[in-house]
């Protein structure tokens, strides 16, 4: 018998989140659509979720995180720092290039990181605050302050926050163009990156 990509089991400590293949983050958000409609009225009481170990990357962790809350208002509620740790022990690259540093709070105005490699921060950046990295920056939250990733020259570093509005943004040696003021704000990640010698903002599920 094959074994299912996504089941959902309740004990009581709650409802799981299993994820038993290594499948693109698309697929297994498909599998996760038809079991839901399939059971309507028992996922209508679910608020929270945990999720088992996975073999999936942070970002697509992230992704999964808020498109499951976004479309059906469930949240996974262990993305915790002993999770993280767990299900990335035997990493020692998580994102593209470099080693990882994980900031479990919210940066206030006044706080500076700075990193060789890349900086996953579960938490917000106010204004005021700065982030650093030769790598790439993840913000788990919004990114209101100063946000510099590439920062020995690295063209290719990104920088994904849920919310993006950072005070500046910069990656390698180029420096973002003050939006214009939005009453818009989306409700998906977004994720900064060069293109021609440009920095652009793209939807997140875009690089799906």
Not at 17 to 25: A, V
Not at 40 to 49: A, T
Not at 125 to 137: C, K, S
Request: aromatic share 8%.
């Amino acid at each position: 018998m094959t074994e299912e990509i996504i089941l959902f089991k309740g004990n009581r400590d709650g409802v799981y989140l299993i994820i038993n293949n290594e499948s693109q983050l698309s697929v297994i958000q498909d599998k996760i659509t038809k079991k839901i409609d399939s059971a309507k009225s028992f996922f209508q009481e679910i608020k929270k979720v945990k999720l088992k170990e996975t073999s999936l990357s942070k970002e697509d962790l992230f992704s999964l995180k808020v498109w499951l809350e976004e479309k059906y208002g469930i949240e996974i509620d262990n993305t915790s720092e002993d999770f993280i740790k767990h299900n990335n022990s035997n990493k020692s690259q998580v994102i593209d290039q470099g080693i990882t540093k994980y900031i479990y709070s919210t940066l206030r105005s006044g706080t500076s990181v700075k990193f060789d490699g890349n900086i996953v921060i579960i938490g917000d950046v106010n204004p005021g605050a700065e982030v650093l990295a030769t790598g790439n920056i993840i913000v788990m939250g919004a990114l209101r302050g100063i946000a510099h990733a590439g920062l020995s020259g690295n063209d290719r570093a990104t920088v994904v926050a849920f919310s993006l509005e950072p005070t500046q943004l910069r990656i390698a040696n180029i420096i973002a163009r003050s939006p214009d003021k939005q009453d818009f704000k989306p409700t998906y990640p977004e994720k900064a990156c060069i293109n021609e010698n440009t920095i652009i903002i793209l939807p997140y599920y875009q690089n799906l």
